[in-house]
């Protein structure tokens, strides 16, 4: 296991590395200017000065290599520069963000866990039957409904029902837990119930492919009743590629946040990159961007290592 | 000698499922996947909307008429009218043009430049393998979305710069799976019977692997269709896709459609009913594709 372990942290370093360097490419060099879209781009009216101090301000005027050098050790350091729209940090504008968003995606995979899996075995244990297609399309139609038109229904039911108008402050959960919960119920559900319908598609195939097992057949053929099988067999060899789902699926997730947070005007970190996007706020856009791949790899990190420490074959091939 | 191989080669040989003909596959698909069919339906529906919009477009879907402003949903106007008083109902039926042009166009690039890439990796191996697969994890260490996201607000807001954005994010999950099944693909007997024979490996590369990795590569390609129609809503919505007054779907429900709620909940409604229904259709039939081409998933 700890050679496992080395072996796969050993391997995200080019992956982290490769990304700095992704990031670092698509904004300096595809663009063009990159001050000049800062300063109204196209308009052709730009004071030539004003020009050479964004580019100083942004290190544009130094070569290449000592810019991606520059990038590189502030990666490293977790020193993004400041964001052109606040002049604050880019690190503390994120931390300020971080916990609403954790929270949310915490509370939306447990309401996901909840639905997913009780309805994906069943669709699996009956496949074919009319269970199955009922599970499979709603399923299907989940997923084929876009996350922020959920939210924007939400918001027409509560605001044509119940004069809801959006949440002016942010209150934490520590703060002011019922409060909190107003806020968020509407958001959780929306990022959860999406996030369901991709977990219940997966399981049911993950359950399906362990029913095909030998060691199923075996269950069978020893003559366990249905509930035996498919339970205590079935169900906990399944589970662990349901684990490993619902951490790769975290891609799933921060698209949910992104426009969700944006549907909700919530001030999380999806809603910061969709603002810093529209601000022009290269540097933010640039430290997200590389920030939620860095997150992004260690989840799948971490998943891999529980798969592993579940499931021995892995290690050791 | 030479009889004998060939007799026992005959006799191992089992007999073929007799050929379909085109619109027998088409009915038998129809039977046993009844989901995929009525998903195919709203497929055909939609192209049928997209190719005919100029005769079944009641207005045109540019023309502001302020006298016209949120209209309620009436025999006239059939989903209501928006804060510019333009119809509805004639920008959804052209909207399905974008929508099916956006997903067409990236998951075919995508998928495509992707599988390519795949069957390169494979075939070569060695150096060229290594380079190739550790540039598609370091594309997968992005979340599909965010990095659509990060190309969009490069390129600018355009219809073709949001095809480019969102077939980037595609090349890398379809190289991996094309990748897996022409690795299979390239250990078969044949593929070392026509390198012994002295085919060029373009030859074996586009006559005996592709071939043979076109299932995966499909299964793939209607996948993504949903996901890219998706994404382009979402991306429209967001504001980094097309510009108005395009009518995008997903243009259609940003910026004021919230803010006139009350006023005209039909605005965010109709356009979000279209998003879901073409996307439940690909999926559908997606979803069925895969199920009757994947023998690991067939009934046994």
Known sequence: MRTYIAKRLLLII????????????????????????????DQGQIDQKQLDAMRRQLGLDQPLLVQFGTWLWGVVRFDFGKSLWTGQPVTEELLIRLPLSLQLAFMATMVSVMISIPLGMLAAVRQDSWVDYLIRVISIGGLAIPGFWVGILCILFLVIFFGWGPP??????????????????????????????????????????????????????????????????ALKNSMLPVITLIGTEFAFLIGGLVVTETVFTLNGVGRFVVDAVAHRD???????????????????????????????????? | MATNVELSHAAATPRLAPRLSFAEAIIKFARTKPIGAAGALIIVLMMVVAALAEVLAPFDPYRADYGLQFARPSFEHWFGTDEFGRDIMSRIIYGARIALFVGFTASFMGCTIGGLLGVISAYWGGKVDLFLERLMDILLAFPQLIL????????????QNVVIAISIPIIPRAARVVRASALSVKENVYVEAVNALGASRPRVVLQHIVPNVMAPYIILLTAQLGAAILAEAALSYLGLGAAEPTPSWGLMLSGSALSYAEKAPWIALFPGIAIS????????????????????????
């Open chain 1, 14 to 41: 080019p992956t982290l590395l490769g990304a700095a360097t992704l990031v670092f490419l698509i904004m300096r060099v595809i663009p063009g200017d990159v001050a000049l879209l800062i300063l109204g781009g």
């Open chain 1, 168 to 233: 002016l402050e942010f209150t934490p959960l520590w703060v002011n837990p019922w409060a909190n919960f107003q806020i968020m119920v509407w958001p959780v559900l929306t990022v959860g119930y999406r996030y369901a319908a991709v977990t219940t598609r997966m399981t049911r195939s993950t359950v399906l492919e362990v029913l095909r097992e030998d060691y199923i057949r075996t269950a069978w053929a020893k003559g366990l009743q249905g509930r035996a099988v498919v339970i205590r067999h």
């Open chain 1, 282 to 317: 290269y540097p933010v856009v640039q430290a997200l961007i590389f920030l939620i791949a860095f997150s992004f790899v260690i989840v799948n990190l971490l998943v891999d290592l529980t798969y592993a420490w579940f499931d021995p074959r892995i290690r050791y091939r």
């Open chain 2, 148 to 159: 659509a996201l990060a190309i969009a607000s490069i390129l600018g807001p355009a219809v």
């Open chain 2, 277 to 300: 229904l073409g996307v439940f259709g690909f999926n559908l039939f997606g979803d069925s594709l895969r199920d009757a081409l994947d023998p690991k998933l067939r009934k046994s």
